[in-house]
């Protein structure tokens, strides 16, 4: 009898924290297929991991990660919305679903997401980049750029942000200085940066 109790016993507790582990290894199992490109496959697991925990904020998360990758984007909307709400303190959900929005070109939308992230994580480049990006499509030069000088004072090698704000720049009247952040970029490794000078800063036409 004694040993029908210990046995009892254990598969009380050990219910709870195989339920625990068995969500997060088929949401692990849906990082590493997202990571491969296999967005559906990813979304799979990451189904499985919701239906065995329905609060697994970061599965929601995830998912809508795959789904942005197969440019489900108001689906992936949902998806990010409903971490948000399972777990307010998320920065990543935020910026996440800020980038679905712009997507679907919800710039307005997207800003708020990412100030949302900026205030629960002020140190975050990557919000400021995004958010100077949203300003960028709004044609909101200013705002933008201050975004950009942001993301740059937090993380000094961005290139990302220096190419961008050379862009903001240059499309605001700043062509010298404009041209200058996209040699910064060009320094720093910009793939294509060289190419952008010669047609913003020399007005030289593409081939």
């Known amino acids: 009898m004694k040993i029908i109790f210990i046995l009892i016993l254990l598969i009380i507790y050990s219910v709870p924290q195989g339920f625990s582990q068995t969500a997060e290894s088929y949401s692990e199992m849906g990082v ?11 979304i799979q697991d990451f189904n499985k991991a919701i239906e065995l925990n329905p609060k697994y904020a970061e599965a929601y998360e ?15 909307i949902l998806d990010y919305s ?3 709400e399972l777990k307010p ?7 996440g679903r800020g980038k679905a929005k712009g997507a679907i070109k919800d710039y307005t939308g ?9 205030g629960l994580d002020p140190d975050d480049s990557l919000a400021y980049l995004a958010r100077g990006l949203a300003k960028g499509n709004m044609s909101e030069y200013k705002g ?30 700043q062509k010298d200085s404009g041209c200058s952040d996209l040699s ?8 294509e940066d060289n190419e952008d000078i010669k047609n913003l800063c020399t007005g030289s036409p593409k081939k």
């Open 62 to 76: 995830a998912r809508a990660g795959a789904k942005v990758g197969l440019r489900q984007y108001n689906e992936a």
């Open 110 to 118: 997207a800003i708020q997401d990412y100030s949302k992230a900026i």
């Open 32 to 42: 590493d297929k997202f990571l491969k490109g296999d967005y559906g496959g990813a």
């Open 184 to 191: 910064r970029a060009s320094e720093l490794g910009y793939a």
């Open 144 to 173: 933008a750029i201050e975004d950009f000088n942001k993301a740059i004072q937090l993380k000094p090698k961005s290139v990302q942000a220096y190419y961008n704000r050379g862009v903001a720049k240059i499309l605001s009247g």
């Open 82 to 84: 409903k971490a948000i």
């Open 89 to 95: 303190s998320l920065p990543s959900a935020y910026i």
